[in-house]
């Protein structure tokens, strides 16, 4: 891509394709898309994503006069076309062939979280056929393999409810006059597993635990008394001021590459304490200038 602002809001490109794996989110992301202005197709074959994007080149009223939201198209194509689906990489071919830049957003989630979520609404995997809903998983997540390693933005929602993944994707999205970097900043116990869709991971278990002090342990990174703890710690200032250095360059090269959008994920052993507190400051302290920052606290209240 080229050096733009944002790629999810420049008027040639507003173009956006919801996949993944069923059950990880995509009409959870959609909606919230539609909710935002945007002409949203479910289920659209993939032979039909050229055919969609023409619509970008007709855009406005009937007076010719655009809509207050600009041109901004979604379409969510999955493993519920069956066989159209082996045309999805043809259909994104051409569309870039016609100068239409695509977003490609993947939505993933574990084998855990999707087992759950399908038992939890009674349904059968699209892919399960006589098998266990597992065998259903296991193959369209091999289906779907290169199409996640080519997607330009990856969403793991195993550790989101409706709510937050709503949120996730709005500060995604953004609005036209937004910062062109929005950055989400989680933390996370490394007890539960890393973040799948963190691009940078920190690890804040060399300061000292709070947990061991019986007078913080109750408390959380979020409140003051904790917060002042873990920040008055040999090396936590140092950590923020090397980490936002180091950020710089990363950042800049994201803007060049047309990325709008960054995880940062920063653990400590539960989740409760160091991390969120460093979160916490290090959001506040990006969330300057052409940056804009979100926390979320992916673990707390787990213990």
């Known amino acids: 891509m080229s050096d733009q602002a944002d790629p999810l809001s420049s008027a040639a490109s507003q173009l956006v394709i919801i996949t993944g794996m069923s059950g990880a989110g995509r009409s959870t992301a959609a909606n919230v898309l539609e909710d935002r202005g945007w002409y949203v ?3 659209l074959p993939p032979q039909l994503l050229v055919s969609m994007a023409s619509l970008l080149d007709h855009g406005g009223d009937d007076n010719g006069d655009e809509d207050s939201n600009g041109r901004r ?14 045309e ?8 870039r062939a016609g100068n239409y830049r695509p977003i490609v957003v993947f939505m993933d989630a574990t084998d855990e979280a999707l087992v759950r979520r399908f038992e939890s609404v009674r349904r059968p995997h699209p892919l399960q056929g006589e098998g266990r809903l597992l065998d259903g998983i296991v193959a369209e997540r091999v289906a779907l393999r290169d199409l996640r390693a080519a997607a330009d933005v990856l969403i793991d929602t195993s550790g989101l409810n409706v709510h937050q993944l709503s949120t996730k994707v709005r500060e995604m999205l953004g609005d036209d006059n937004s910062p062109d970097l929005r950055v989400a900043v989680m933390s996370f116990g490394f007890k539960y597993g890393i973040p799948l869709d963190a691009d940078i991971v ?14 913080l342990r109750p408390f959380t990174g979020q409140d003051k008394v904790v917060s002042d703890f873990v920040l008055a ?16 360059p990363v950042f ?8 709008s959008y960054a995880t940062l994920a920063v653990g400590c052993t539960g ?23 979100v926390t979320v606290h992916r673990d707390l209240g787990r213990e």
């Open 73 to 86: 198209l979604c379409a969510v194509v999955d493993i519920r076309s069956r066989t159209f689906f082996a």
């Open 233 to 248: 710690q040999s090396g936590a200032e140092e950590f923020l001021e090397r980490a936002l250095a180091m950020l710089e």
């Open 202 to 215: 920190f690890d804040m278990r060399f300061l000292p635990n709070p947990f061991w002090n019986p007078d």
């Open 271 to 293: 989740g409760k304490h160091r991390s969120v507190a460093i979160t916490e400051a290090l959001a506040e302290r990006l969330g300057t200038g052409r940056t804009h920052a």
């Open 252 to 259: 800049a090269g994201y803007r060049r590459e047309g990325r």
């Open 41 to 43: 197709i479910d289920n």
């Open 88 to 95: 999805f990489t043809e259909g994104l071919e051409r569309l």
